[in-house]
């Protein structure tokens, strides 16, 4: 269990050098599931911004890379289910 929780943290904090979490990727991919682990489980919240270097996505949400991805299934779990901010 403590090898989980270590690993849910460390999903958490990672990003890449555009800012972008694993949540950020998993929606943009269309991963339902590991898209309700990452909130649910490991803690992510689905209103996190991408952060790093002007452009390149910063500002951007999970719900933003479901969206412009074509995901709706995504897009409606974190809004509807998980109380994404749609603006």
Do not use: I, M, S
């Amino acid at each position: 269990a403590e090898l989980a929780t270590l690993g849910a943290a460390a999903a958490l904090e990672a990003r890449d050098r555009f800012g972008t979490t694993a949540l950020h990727f998993a929606a943009g991919y269309g991963a339902l599931e590991c898209v309700r682990w990452l909130v649910d489980e490991a803690g992510a919240h689905p209103d996190e911004a991408q952060v790093g270097k002007r452009g390149c996505g910063v500002g951007r949400t999970a719900l933003h890379w479901a969206a412009r991805n074509g995901h709706e299934h995504v897009a409606r779990f974190l809004v509807a289910e998980r109380g994404a901010c749609p603006n």
